[in-house]
């Protein structure tokens, strides 16, 4: 695929569904811990929410200026 064509078709997603199990995120994590930090310096940290409760007092907590809806 040319560059330009790369750069026209590119897209951001924003929203997800909210139908994310916990073996799927599991799935994900074991995923994401396999690739490669930069210098093997392993500084990748990652961090589920599953509950929407916890999601909203997070938000209220740590992140009262952004307004998070």
Known sequence: MEFQKVLETRRTVRK?????????MEDLLRAAQEAPSWKNSQTGRYYCVLSEEIADKIRETCLPQARNA
Do not use: C, F, L, P
């Open 16 to 24: 997800y569904s909210a139908g994310v199990t916990r073996e799927q």
